[in-house]
């Protein structure tokens, strides 16, 4: 598929990027795993923003290596992203692997040094996402495009960054013992997830590209439709998925008790009853295997599970829809709808 093909092409100019950086910059830091944890950790993504910024760029530009290697400095955004949510989340693993921040505690305390190891490894998996959210912008700014291309792109970017990291300090404060509506849920999503999933990298390509007003309209309507379905779609996987689905433990969300669309609407759809119980599993001290699967079925009881779905076949409509307006080519059309399927439909 070419998707794949394209994923290949990014995760090499990735490899090749980060290994050169970890060489010339990393070395003296101190920490001889550091380089070896960041390859491993940027080799296998899914690539989907990198991949909307490419098709962006192609709705007014030809095929470029200078284009392709500029979409894949936003793996190494993404990074910054995901190394940084594991440290807030406290996540154990990521991609089947041990988190960073696991690592780096687990080298520290091998050595023997002194101090805490816990404090170390989230230190030091913070500073490397710090320093993939430096090679990001350098990596976009050194890829080889005039520059009257890039001064296109920045001002979405900027937009992008600030959006994540006002998304992330808005879902930090949403407590599930205190539950905020559906539509707030659903705004943290829009911000910390779907604009900059979909919405803004394919925005991003499209303006680098020199696409007009109306075209990027039409591109922003289809990302803000497809980036929301695309959260939706994490917060059922964050519950029912597996670990190969989400790179998470089973039932991730629930044990780390997230307000996500699925239990706030489980919460708003159930009876009386069913929300005593369900407000029991919030805020209640342990969860073990059994409480998880009754949290689990009580979710499916109350419909929630099957009214998210709807909202997700009405996102996709509305992207499909977004797109008859968009008048680009009708191969990026296909193409375009082709990743809100992988979005919206994603399996192991």
Known sequence: ??????????????????????AA???????????????????????LRSTFMY???????????????ATASLELLHAFALLHDDVMDESASRRGRPAAHIQFERWHRQRGLSGSSRRFGESAAILLGDLCLIWAEQMLRDCGLPRHHLARAWPRYDAMRTELAVGQFADLAIDVRHLPSLEAVLEVARRKSGNYTVRRPLEIGAAMAGCDEQVLAALGEYGCAVGEAFQLRDDILGI????????????????????TSVVVAAHELADAPTRRQLRQLMTGDRLDDAALEHWRTLIVATGAVQWIEELIRSRVEEAR????RSMVDHSLTAALIDMAGLCTQRAA
């Open 321 to 324: 829809k977004a797109l008859d």
């Open 1 to 22: 598929m070419w998707h794949a093909e394209l994923r290949e092409s990014v995760l090499a100019r990735l490899a090749t990027f980060v290994a050169g950086r970890c």
């Open 240 to 259: 029912f998925g597996s670990p190969a689905q989400t790179g998470k433990p089973n039932s991730g969300d629930l044990i780390e008790r997230k307000a």
């Open 25 to 47: 910059e990393l070395g003296p830091c101190g920490v001889d795993v550091a380089g070896d944890i960041l390859v491993k950790f940027v080799d296998g993504g899914k690539c």
């Open 55 to 69: 098709l962006g760029w192609l709705c007014a530009a030809p095929a470029s290596d200078a284009a392709l290697s």
